[in-house]
């Protein structure tokens, strides 16, 4: 397959040939000839390069529930990309085929050839409100994504990561403004899930939902549920606690059930009642906003008013089934529901 190199943005050269990437947590320093951990980002005679811009195994049209986004244009469709690679390790990953391709097969890059302008036409073509960079890291592939999201944003079109927040302030800084929502997998609330599990640490991704709701992106929290692993009450408290006082309580938490996949072949599915009583946990935290995904049942995505109760949004296993907002409101009481509406 055809290489394709871009200079990198956000990496500094060293006197002695190596590079200091300044793009994620990782802070990679990468010597000569050698990648990130990423996988996806060389250091070829002092300048470090991306070998993913533009090249996309995956391109394709979802709902934007599935991201999932409960409160960013419900209904909408958004076209959504990816490329190899990944700044985390994670033994449970569902992608792990393209997110961990380059680590498990000798550095192998693929994907077809796109332009910006190329997704941009697509995004259009197919009345898409908002274009995804999903399914992998999308903080890896950076700079496409900037090109994407810079062309979209004269287009009217928004831009939506679905990320695990391991990104540095200065990379925020370069997204907010084309950015216009985030996603954020809080994976667990302990360092040692994380080192051992992701190969990441934990204050980084808190630090960066911080940042990016005071730099005005419209953030969403997601926590996979494993069973044994990050489903303790402790862990469950912190990380809703951390919602609740560190950002706010009109943040959604996303719970999501976990089913065996790559290396984490030996841990059961979650039950539903450890998802219910993540649920209660969060609520008792004073979370609004509270999903469970990945499992069927009468009213688990339904968006409720939080003054009255009013379900002002119902949908069915991350599919939207009626939106009742008015301009925004609950239609019964006239309760602002926060979210990016319109």
């Given at each position: 397959?055809?290489?394709?190199?871009?200079?990198?943005?956000?990496?500094?050269?060293?006197?002695?040939?190596?590079?200091?990437?300044?793009?994620?947590?990782?802070?990679?320093?990468?010597?000569?000839?050698?990648?990130?951990?990423?996988?996806?980002?060389?250091?070829?005679?002092?300048?470090?390069?991306s070998l993913v811009y533009g090249k996309l195994p995956a391109a394709h049209i979802d709902p934007i529930e599935k991201k999932p986004l409960y409160h960013f244009l419900p209904g909408s469709r958004s076209y959504s990309i990816a490329t190899v690679g990944c700044n985390f390790r994670c033994t449970f990953c569902q992608n792990w085929d393209i997110s961990q391709m380059p680590r498990d097969k000798g550095g192998l890059i693929v994907g077809d050839d796109w332009e910006p302008e190329d997704v941009v036409k697509e995004a259009k073509k197919n009345k898409c409100a908002s274009i995804s960079y999903t399914y992998t890291e999308p903080t890896i592939f950076f700079e496409f994504a900037r090109?994407?999201?810079?062309?979209?944003?004269?287009?009217?079109?928004?831009?939506?990561?679905?990320?695990?927040?391991?990104?540095?302030?200065?990379?925020?800084?370069?997204?907010?403004?084309?950015?216009?929502?985030?996603?954020?997998?809080?994976?667990?609330?302990?360092?040692?899930?994380?080192?051992?599990?992701?190969?990441?640490?934990?204050?980084?991704?808190?630090?960066?939902?911080?940042?990016?709701?005071?730099?005005?992106?419209?953030?969403?929290?997601?926590?996979?549920?494993?069973?044994?692993?990050?489903?303790?009450?402790?862990?469950?408290?912190?990380?809703?606690?951390?919602?609740?006082?560190?950002?706010?309580?009109?943040?959604?938490?996303?719970?999501?059930?976990?089913?065996?996949?790559?290396?984490?072949?030996?841990?059961?599915?979650?039950?539903?009642?450890?998802?219910?009583?993540?649920?209660?946990?969060?609520?008792?935290?004073?979370?609004?906003?509270?999903?469970?995904?990945?499992?069927?049942?009468?009213?688990?995505?339904?968006?409720?008013?939080?003054?009255?109760?009013?379900?002002?949004?119902?949908?069915?296993?991350?599919?939207?089934?009626?939106?009742?907002?008015?301009?925004?409101?609950?239609?019964?009481?006239?309760?602002?529901?926060?979210?990016?509406?319109?």
């Amino acid at each position: 397959m055809k290489e394709r190199l871009k200079e990198a943005s956000l990496y500094e050269k060293l006197e002695d040939g190596s590079v200091k990437c300044r793009l994620c947590s990782q802070a990679c320093t990468i010597p000569e000839g050698k990648r990130g951990f990423c996988m996806v980002r060389e250091n070829r005679g002092g300048k470090l390069y991306s070998l993913v811009y533009g090249k996309l195994p995956a391109a394709h049209i979802d709902p934007i529930e599935k991201k999932p986004l409960y409160h960013f244009l419900p209904g909408s469709r958004s076209y959504s990309i990816a490329t190899v690679g990944c700044n985390f390790r994670c033994t449970f990953c569902q992608n792990w085929d393209i997110s961990q391709m380059p680590r498990d097969k000798g550095g192998l890059i693929v994907g077809d050839d796109w332009e910006p302008e190329d997704v941009v036409k697509e995004a259009k073509k197919n009345k898409c409100a908002s274009i995804s960079y999903t399914y992998t890291e999308p903080t890896i592939f950076f700079e496409f994504a900037r090109d994407v999201g810079k062309k979209a944003k004269r287009e009217g079109i928004k831009s939506v990561y679905v990320t695990n927040g391991f990104m540095t302030r200065e990379a925020i800084d370069a997204m907010a403004p084309w950015l216009s929502v985030a996603n954020v997998d809080i994976k667990a609330f302990t360092n040692n899930f994380y080192r051992k599990i992701c190969g990441g640490r934990l204050q980084p991704v808190l630090d960066a939902c911080k940042y990016m709701k005071k730099k005005g992106i419209w953030v969403e929290i997601t926590t996979l549920i494993i069973p044994g692993k990050n489903d303790s009450d402790e862990e469950l408290k912190g990380i809703a606690g951390f919602i609740a006082k560190e950002l706010d309580v009109d943040t959604p938490w996303h719970l999501s059930a976990f089913h065996p996949d790559y290396k984490m072949l030996d841990v059961g599915s979650t039950p539903a009642k450890t998802l219910l009583k993540a649920r209660k946990i969060g609520e008792k935290a004073g979370l609004h906003y509270i999903y469970i995904g990945n499992i069927q049942g009468e009213g688990l995505g339904d968006t409720h008013c939080p003054k009255c109760g009013e379900i002002v949004i119902k949908r069915a296993y991350m599919e939207l089934l009626e939106n009742r907002l008015r301009n925004g409101k609950c239609p019964k009481c006239g309760e602002e529901i926060a979210g990016v509406w319109s």
